[in-house]
C-alpha cells in the first residue's frame, strides 16, 4: 500500500454512512455486488464490479478522492485521484 496526497486531508473521525447499502442501486432496481464508502461525506456506493460503479460515479460527481470498502472484515483504502492503495 502506499501514501497518497489526499490521505492529510481526511477528518479524524470517518464520517458517518449515510446509508447501509446504494441507495442509487436500490432506485433503478438493480443488486450492489460490494459496498463503498466515500471518507469524505459518508456516501455508501457499489463498486466497479457492480453494473452501474455508483462508487466511481459519485468520484466523478463530486472530485471526492478516498473511499473505503464497506464490507465487514475488510478496511482497505482507495485513492480514485492518485489510483492507490492507502
Known sequence: MSECTHVPEFPRAEPV???ETCL???????????LRLCLQCGHVGCCDSSPYRHATGHFKETGHPVMR?????????WC??????V
Do not use: I, K, M, N
Open 17 to 19: 454512512p449515510l446509508s
Open 69 to 77: 470498502s464497506f464490507e465487514p472484515g475488510t478496511s482497505w483504502r
Open 24 to 34: 442509487e442501486c436500490l432506485a433503478v432496481g438493480s443488486h450492489p455486488v460490494q
Open 80 to 85: 480514485f485521484v492518485d489510483e492507490v492503495l
